[in-house]
């Protein structure tokens, strides 16, 4: 929309039709493979981290940063901006030295200091833009150009795709009839997240030490804090490496801060995906959750920042944070919390779980073995989600997952053995099916015959920790038929179903109601699945369908067909023998 002013009338504006474009959105991976082969860099089997590489500037971005710094892969992982946006300078910088654009040593590293001094200047009038003339003359004192547009250093960043131009006050002005003086067209960054942290850099380099930086930031902050929010998610992302603090820590004293929470709080969030893992401690992770405690962050922005973090191997936020969290929580305390977040994150657009799980559908086999295992135990965790969709969508992927690994689904059915959550061990020994069925019958080697015993004896576990129902029964003899048509000779283990309980013993929903303190049971329409819970679940699915309304009649009725039954069987076999029914 830079031009949007410039091109429409306000007459010719209520006619338009205005379309966002979605960028590369749902089509990350095939984007990521085309922008990685066209640099040379193959692509490593992990879900892309931020949702920004729907943007092809950051995409492009990271493929140029990689291949000057000479990778022969992209890295999703995050590396730290300073690493991002350092290499793509180098690159820059060598492409616009060269002899046939500005004939320059690289060694000046014209184009870095090109980029610093316009950040400076954007930093010091207090604005993300800056006029033509004075970025031209500002290039000329670093690149005389002469005169000459071909060897112009601000031209040169802009066919680089470093700046770009965009429509000055004075062409607003101009549409709405006024006076303008301003010089004319701005010059800015071409992506925001450059902007943001170069303009960071700036006030990092100027200020060294966390006292004076928190001061510089106030004088800022007056100026405007809704133009300088990105500038604070930067700095988020750098102060811990460069004061061991974290910014919401560092302006902690300052007037500002307590206006600023959701800035602050949204900063540290977005920081997490952007900063070197080293970088984040338990002093972050409490900050963060304070931030959701007091309201200025959602508890759903900050699943979807663990959600994103969860593939990657060896981040201190990954799987293994989540699954202890979610371990040490009680069914219900886990429902209120993973299980309702997960399913109202599911149905928004762009969610980190989609896109993890789109990444996955098709590259399961090809991940990493810690890959592998760090999304195996994302997808066991989301088998607990009351939405039908997520939940079979994660099954798939878990089964694709664990297609040729069945030692790692082997330790997953182990890890979730002591789990309290009857629904996910049933769902587990659903995928520990789909994977045997899947396998082929030819006698396998001898380490997957053990990795197959192996998951044997812990899906007989697993299924021995649950109440007694026709799923597991069922699920868990088919593992034994599908393990014994490939092993055997295999002395496999015995699961005994144990005593079920009929006639069941429901309470009504007024037993509910009186345990919950409360007469009307209104505590019984709230819940993960939706508000209809105890009107269609316990009351019309569970009281009235599945629970038979007069149990002791249901007995007596039971009793006297069974009495039939005899006497018909009886009398029939008399007729057939010659014998009397006395006799029979």
Not at 215 to 233: K, M
Request: with cysteine.
């Amino acid at each position: 929309d830079t031009y949007e002013r410039s091109i429409i009338t306000s007459a010719a504006a209520g006619m338009c039709v205005r379309i966002t474009h979605p960028g590369l959105a749902g089509h990350e991976h095939e984007a990521v493979a085309m922008y990685a082969t066209h640099y040379g860099l193959s692509v490593p089997a992990l879900p892309p981290l931020v949702p920004e590489f729907t943007n092809p500037l950051l995409l492009r971005t990271m493929c140029r940063a990689a291949s000057q710094q000479g990778l022969t892969s992209l890295p999703l992982v995050a590396m730290g901006d300073d690493w991002v946006f350092g290499g793509l300078m180098r690159a820059v910088n060598a492409a616009v030295s060269a002899a046939n654009v500005l004939d320059r040593d690289e060694d000046e590293q014209v184009a870095q200091r090109g980029a610093k001094a316009l950040a400076e200047l954007m930093v010091d009038a207090g604005r993300e833009t800056v006029s033509v003339s004075d970025a031209r003359n500002l290039c000329r004192s670093i690149v005389d150009d002469g005169g000459s547009a071909s060897r112009s250093l601000l031209g040169a960043l802009e066919r680089e795709g470093i700046l770009i131009r965009q429509p000055g006050p004075r062409i607003k002005a101009a549409m709405t009839g006024g006076n303008s003086n301003n010089s004319g067209d701005h010059i800015r960054f071409t992506y925001q997240r450059m902007s943001d942290h170069l303009r960071a850099r700036v006030l990092l380099d100027r200020h060294r030490s966390a006292g004076t930086l928190a001061t510089a930031l106030t004088a800022h902050i007056a100026d405007g804090r809704w133009a300088f929010t990105g500038v604070l998610e930067a700095l988020a992302a750098l102060t811990p490496a460069q004061f061991g603090v974290e910014l919401p820590d560092l302006v902690a004293d300052q007037p500002w801060s307590r206006h600023a929470q959701y800035d602050l709080g949204m900063g540290l969030l977005a920081s997490l995906q952007r900063r070197p893992p080293a970088t984040i401690t338990a002093r972050t992770v409490t900050l963060v959750e304070n931030f959701v405690t007091n309201g200025a962050l959602d508890d759903t922005e900050w699943f979807e920042a663990l959600i994103t973090l969860a593939c990657v191997p060896g981040h201190p936020l990954n799987i293994d944070f989540l699954d202890q969290w979610l371990r040490d929580q009680t069914l219900i305390e886990r429902d209120r919390t993973w299980t309702a977040t997960a399913s109202s994150l599911w149905v928004t657009d762009g969610n980190a779980l989609a896109r993890t799980i789109d990444w996955l559908w098709g590259t399961g086999r090809d991940l990493s073995p810690e890959a592998a295992r760090t999304a195996a135990l994302l997808m066991a965790w989301l088998l607990t989600s009351t939405s039908r969709r997520l939940r079979d969508s994660a099954t798939k992927v878990l089964v694709e997952i664990a297609d040729t690994r069945t030692a790692l689904l082997a330790q997953l059915v182990h890890d979730f053995v002591d789990v309290n959550d009857p629904y996910v061990r049933e769902r587990l020994l659903a995928v520990v099916l789909g994977h045997l069925a899947r396998m082929s019958l030819a006698r396998p080697g001898r380490s997957v015959e053990a990795a197959i015993l192996d998951l044997c004896d812990a899906s007989v576990r697993l299924a021995s920790r649950n109440r007694p129902n026709i799923a597991v029964t069922h699920f868990v003899a088919q593992v034994l038929h599908q393990v014994a048509l490939r092993l055997p000779d295999a002395d496999l283990p015995s699961y005994d179903q144990g005593p079920t309980e009929w006639p069941l013993k429901v309470p009504t929903v007024a037993d509910l109601a009186n345990r919950l303190g409360e007469k009307r049971g209104k505590h019984l329409l709230g819940s993960p699945v939706g508000h209809d819970f105890g009107k269609y679940i316990l009351e019309r699915g569970t009281c009235r369908d599945f629970v038979p309304p007069d149990q002791k009649k249901l007995r007596r009725l039971r009793k006297r067909n069974a009495s039939a039954r005899y006497k018909r069987t009886v009398a029939k076999l008399a007729d057939a023998t010659g014998q009397s029914t006395e006799q029979i």
